[in-house]
């Protein structure tokens, strides 16, 4: 009886080493292929059933032959890069494994170098034009926040002028019923093209010639009137006579450093008062303008 149970226990035994021999077996895996990615110590290896995982431990033997025999030397693992065509062992399966051992040839290694060596230009071209690019991009971060500096700059000039306008106008209302007391010094015609209210060159000099006169004077200001010609709708001419004068108030303040009390502008005008036919082209041309005028205090223009 106890020699049956004996050979029951050992018949199992045998079936479990058996089953685990099998087990064991079924991860042990075997290929050959070539080298298309190294990143660290894994390597990506294209065979003929597909793409395997190839993972290199500090236990990894890489080795070639050597002579006609089966005697094999080992050799560091750097010499594993892409092209190199190679056999690998080790467990895992098809699409991942950790290898235990990899073996190559040395004619396979000279090829395998051969074809870095050739491709070593190309990246060597590809991290220069990366130099390039991130040179050229920083070049361009600088330009546009130069950029950006100069549009808020502007933007900042366009404000202080508006502020200045605004305090002309808003000083305009108390002081333009005050303006019986003053009298004609000199004055100024800026003319314009049509449907524009830009300061050409030559009046801008007109402009500047009237202010460096009168900032040489005591108790004067500057009257400024816009006007247009009878060319298209009122509500227009309306807005652009007020352009018109509003260019001038401004070349008056940032330009020429006219202090805004000294400025007076009752401003738009429109199509009124023109100063010759609206019928001709001449005519037109001589009533698209702004009138500057300089003006002192009449207690002052007494004494001069």
């Known amino acids: 009886m106890i020699s049956k149970r004996i050979g029951i226990s050992m018949s199992l035994l045998a079936v479990c080493l058996l089953s685990l021999g099998s087990a064991l077996a079924a991860d042990k895996v075997k290929g050959k292929g070539v080298i298309t990615l190294r990143s660290g110590n894994t390597l990506t ?37 892409p092209g190199l065509k190679l056999k690998f062992e ?28 050739g491709l070593n230009p190309t990246v060597q071209q590809q991290a220069k034009n990366m130099e390039t690019y991130q040179a050229n991009k920083k070049a361009t971060d600088a330009e546009i926040a130069a950029n950006q500096q100069e549009i808020a700059a502007n933007k900042q000039r366009i404000a202080a002028n508006q502020q200045g306008i605004q305090e002309v106008a808003q000083s305009t209302a108390k002081r333009f019923s005050e303006l019986t007391d003053w009298v004609e010094k000199n004055q ?11 300061i050409s060159a030559d009046n801008k000099q007109t402009i500047t ?46 330009d020429c450093r006219v202090p805004v009390k000294n400025i007076v502008a009752p401003g738009a005008m429109s199509e009124t008062h023109p100063v010759a036919s609206n019928e001709t082209t ?8 702004v009138d500057v005028k300089l003006l002192l205090n009449k207690g002052v223009a007494g004494g001069l």
């Open 188 to 198: 100024a015609t800026v003319h314009f093209e049509v449907g524009q209210s830009t």
């Open 282 to 289: 001449s005519g037109r041309a001589e009533n698209r303008r």
């Open 209 to 254: 010639d009237l202010s460096q006169e009168a900032i040489k004077l005591k108790g004067y200001v500057i009257e400024v009137k816009g006007f247009a010609d009878s060319t298209g709708n009122l509500a227009d001419n309306q807005q652009l006579s007020k352009d018109r004068a509003q260019a001038v108030v401004a070349y008056l303040l940032q």
């Open 90 to 117: 080790g467990t895992g399966d098809q699409n991942q494994m950790t290898a235990e051992t990899i073996t190559f040839d040395q004619d396979d290694l000279s090829i395998a170098k051969v074809i870095q060596a």
């Open 45 to 81: 290896v294209e065979t003929d059933e597909g793409t395997t995982t190839v993972m290199v431990t500090p236990d990894t033997k890489v080795q070639h032959p050597v002579g006609l025999g089966a005697r094999k030397k080992e050799v560091g693992q750097e010499v594993l890069i």
